[in-house]
């Protein structure tokens, strides 16, 4: 079982709709990480949590450290963000010599048709 | 301010040759990270390099990887000897500190094909 889960593993949606990306994780974490992966390959960084909530746009993320789950919601989806969004946990550095690596999920492929 | 620069964004080489990937982290950030996207499989961790040290490169195979950041210049991930399994994303990320507040910036990444 891998450390990081995410579902579902692909996803299409029309465009307008309210999208859900779930994440879960068995491992203790110090944060969690979720990443946007273009067609093109390229990634780019979209939330770091440790707590909470947080919004960027039309971007929400949460995280339930508790239940080790965090969701990842797009309102009003357009086709540019299709995608694969990536949900990665970086755990917690015990000493100070302790590894910042970055443990990932296998992605969700979106796809947002017009 | 540039982000993490990758080159080359695309390498072919032949089985038993050499591949040389280089990274050049944010301006400001000391902290480098390399990455390997299998076809078809998520992100594995590979290394994470500091200025003249390696902290953690419990995801490096153990024969024909190395890497190295150097005081002066950019990060490097070689791999000697190419086999076909090696072809993938290389992605390199860095971040201006250690801690787990530190976002990871990511370069464009190294697509690696061994014919």
């Known amino acids: 079982k891998n450390e990081v889960e995410q579902s579902p593993q692909n996803l299409t949606a029309q465009e307008g709709e309210f999208i859900t990306i779930n994440c879960s994780y068995s491992v203790g974490i110090s944060a969690l990480h979720w990443l946007q992966q273009h067609p093109g390959g390229g990634i780019v960084s979209l939330f770091m949590?440790?707590?909470g909530k947080k919004k960027h746009g039309r971007l929400i993320a949460t995280i339930n450290i508790q239940e080790k789950h965090s969701s990842l919601h797009i309102t009003a989806s357009h086709p540019r963000d299709s995608a694969v969004y990536i949900c990665?946990?970086?755990?917690?550095?015990?000493?100070?010599?302790?590894?910042?690596?970055?443990?990932f999920g296998k992605g969700t492929k979106l796809t947002v048709n017009p | 301010n540039a982000g993490v620069m990758q080159n080359p964004r695309h390498l072919v080489r032949r089985r038993g040759q050499e591949a040389r990937l280089r990274c050049s982290p944010m301006?400001?950030?000391?902290?480098v990270y390399w990455y390997r996207q299998l076809p078809e499989e998520g992100l594995k961790f590979m290394v994470y390099?500091?200025?003249?040290?390696?902290?953690?490169e419990s995801g490096m195979p153990k024969e024909r990887f190395s890497a190295e950041f150097p005081k002066e210049g950019p990060s490097i991930l070689r791999i000697q000897q190419v086999v076909r399994g090696d072809s993938a994303a290389y992605f390199c990320?860095?971040?201006?500190?250690?801690?787990?507040?530190?976002?990871?910036?990511f370069g464009p990444g190294t697509r690696l094909l061994v014919l």
């Open positions: 990320a860095s971040s201006p500190q250690r801690g787990w507040r530190e976002t990871q910036y």
């Open positions: 301006k400001g950030h000391s902290h």
């Open positions: 390099l500091q200025k003249e040290n390696i902290i953690d």
């Open positions: 990665a946990v970086k755990s917690p550095t015990s000493t100070q010599g302790g590894s910042e690596k970055l443990v």
């Open positions: 949590l440790s707590s």
